[in-house]
């Protein structure tokens, strides 16, 4: 059985913020999501996430429960460090399992290498394993000590000597324990360092001391070791993720004009050729089909979108677009739009929970809430679908073929049927039947030489 258990217990300081350390986003998705996704992908058994400060938040924001968790006591007066959060786990430790202790505050490491890890401490029958990596800047991170190759300790950078602090080989926080010399080592552990913290990291050093086999487990891809202390290592691990999510779309065939200025989060899927411009936001579970052009400057969240759409500047919220649309610039399409084929939704159109059919056109400046627009209309520049009376929401049905001329308000309820035909600058109240022309407004008064009066 393999245990993960995940220390999210800390204040994070660091990072200077209200919201705890590991609800902060990387690309979208908050890093104690990535940490147990993880744990998921690397077939970790059972999770327990020990938490103290911001724990309610935490909870609160973690949708799918599949963890256990343990409350650390957080005050002034309580222990402090990894050492002691791995101690509020001690209940779900058995003597036989294998316990995979990760910080909650490195996100992007994957499911694959934990797996791997604990292969790598099972066959070589290690007592304890730690995972490790290379890096130019070891600023910060604690560092692996070794003797004949073998590694003897971790000292952290706060207790570090000059020489120490020269070692460039860190420690990722992640490690794989026997549960039996685990339990045994956090007996034994103490704050005795110059932070006053039960550090974890002394149990490796009080297991090689017992004559235990302790083993490192190096990886090149130095980025899923990195930690988020503050907001500057949140915007590098953000960069790196992004770059990592859009050189995967454009190996599978997507043009990609600008890597580092699109924003494309995980669960994104996108066909073949299609292109997506700079300053693009694609979010949630968004699906792009082939032979698309997005952006520039674009944000599309949870929505579908089919082939051969041209969207540009626009954004859209939990819609969904068929083939050959073309949306933008400046068009502003809010949850539960339908839009079919060939539909052209032009500059500041709104749009809120309406369809819209094959054909039809919505070609600048209009608003379109709680509507049904059939086949081949045609929405006038400036047109106003009125759904809201100060208490409710009403519809408008446009149906196929309709013209409506500039600048009309529909009332809500309200239908114009097959082929009507609205007169420009109309407020329409009443249903206008088949083919039906509707004018509603004044007719003009013009007073011959009256113009000149106004001087008077
Ligand atoms: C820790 C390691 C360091 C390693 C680095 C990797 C120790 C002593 N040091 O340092 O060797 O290089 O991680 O990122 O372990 N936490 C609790 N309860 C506490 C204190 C911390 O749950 O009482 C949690 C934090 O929420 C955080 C994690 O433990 O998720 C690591 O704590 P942090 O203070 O960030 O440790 P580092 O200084 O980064
Ligand atoms: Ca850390």
Redesign the pocket.
């Given at each position: 059985m393999n245990i993960g258990i995940?220390?999210?217990?800390?204040?994070?300081t660091?990072m200077k913020s209200r919201t705890p350390?590991?609800l902060h986003e990387v690309m979208g998705k908050k890093i104690i999501q990535y940490v147990l996704d993880a744990c998921e992908d690397g077939r970790i058994d059972k999770k327990v996430l020990?938490?103290?400060?911001g724990k309610d938040e935490i909870l609160k924001a973690l949708k799918n429960k599949d963890f256990n968790w343990k409350e650390?006591p957080?005050g002034e007066d309580k222990?402090?460090?990894?050492?002691?959060?791995v101690m509020q786990a001690v209940d779900y430790i058995e003597d036989s399992s294998t316990v995979v202790i990760l910080?909650?505050?490195?996100p992007l490491i994957e499911g694959k290498t934990l797996n791997e890890f604990i292969k790598f401490h099972k066959e070589n029958k290690n007592t304890a394993s730690v995972l490790t990596a290379d890096i130019e800047e070891p600023y910060?991170?604690?560092?692996i000590l070794r003797h004949n190759n073998q590694i003897i300790g971790?000292v952290?950078?706060k207790d570090a000597s000059e020489e120490e602090k020269k070692i460039n080989e860190?420690?990722?926080?992640?490690y794989c324990f026997d549960g039996k010399e685990l339990k045994n080592v956090l007996n034994e552990l103490d704050n005795d360092n110059s932070?006053n913290?039960?550090?974890?990291?002394?149990g490796i050093k009080m297991i090689v001391e017992k004559g235990y086999k302790v083993g490192g487990y190096k990886i090149s891809d130095t980025v899923q070791?990195?930690?988020v202390?503050n907001r500057i290592q949140l915007s590098e691990l953000s960069k790196e993720e992004k770059l990592r999510i859009n050189k995967k779309h454009m190996l599978n065939g997507v043009t990609i004009i600008d890597p580092d200025n699109t924003y494309i989060e995980k669960d994104v899927k996108i066909g073949i050729d299609t292109i997506i411009y700079p300053n693009t936001f694609l979010e949630g579970k968004t699906e792009i089909g082939e032979d698309n052009i997005i952006g520039p400057g674009t944000r599309i969240q949870s929505s579908k979108i089919g082939s051969n759409n041209s969207i540009e500047n626009s954004k859209i919220i939990k819609s969904t677009l068929k083939n050959y649309n073309k949306i933008g610039p400046y068009a502003y399409i809010r949850p539960n739009c339908k839009i079919g084929n060939y539909v052209k939704i032009g500059d500041f159109v709104e749009m809120k929970n309406t369809t819209i059919g094959d054909n039809s056109k919505a070609s600048h400046l209009a608003y379109l809430g709680d509507g049904e627009v059939g086949k081949d209309a045609n929405i006038g520049c400036g047109v106003i679908f009125v759904n809201y009376d100060g208490k409710k929401k009403h519809k408008t049905i446009i149906k196929d073929g309709a013209f409506v001329g500039s600048n009309s308000n529909l009332v809500a309820p309200i239908v114009i049927n097959e082929g009507a035909y609205i007169a420009c600058g109309s407020t329409i109240t009443e249903e206008v039947g088949k083919n039906a022309l509707a004018i509603g407004r004044a007719r003009q008064v013009t007073k011959i030489n009256k113009g000149k009066d106004r001087y008077k």
């Open positions: 995940i220390l999210a217990a800390g204040e994070g660091r350390k590991v020990i938490l103290g400060h650390q957080i222990p402090y460090g990894t050492g002691y959060a910080n909650g505050d490195v910060g991170y604690g560092r971790i952290e950078e860190i420690n990722s926080g992640i932070q913290e039960y550090y974890i990291t002394d070791i990195k930690g202390n």
